[in-house]
């Protein structure tokens, strides 16, 4: 994301949620996202936060992965 780019909504944008929905998974109110929207400054706690729930994503992308790819070999096995 480049560092000019609004981290609020692009966070959003990214995750297919709304600023209410972004306030929750933070444990935080709506207008203190939204004033990080507005202000385009977000505390480093909740810039870490972030960064973990798109790490929690993409290691859950690569867990079906590997479920669909094993699942694929089970059915090559015939069991």
Same mark, same amino acid.
């Given at each position: 994301?480049?560092? #000019?780019?609004?981290? *609020?909504? $692009? @966070?959003?944008?990214? &995750? /297919? =949620? %709304? +600023?209410?929905? !972004?306030?929750?998974? !933070? /444990? @935080?109110? &709506? @207008?203190? *996202? +939204?004033?990080? $929207?507005?202000?385009?400054?977000?505390?480093?706690? $909740?810039?870490? %936060?972030? #960064? !973990? =729930?798109?790490?929690?994503?993409? &290691?859950?992308?690569? *867990? #079906?992965?590997?479920?669909?790819? !094993?699942?694929? &070999? #089970?059915?090559?096995?015939?069991?």
């Amino acid at each position: 994301m480049p560092e #000019d780019e609004n981290i *609020v909504k $692009a @966070t959003c944008k990214e &995750l /297919g =949620i %709304t +600023q209410k929905e !972004l306030a929750e998974r !933070l /444990g @935080t109110h &709506l @207008t203190t *996202v +939204q004033k990080w $929207a507005s202000a385009n400054e977000i505390p480093t706690n $909740a810039k870490k %936060t972030i #960064d !973990l =729930i798109f790490e929690n994503r993409k &290691l859950k992308e690569k *867990v #079906d992965m590997f479920t669909k790819a !094993l699942n694929m &070999l #089970d059915e090559a096995r015939g069991k």
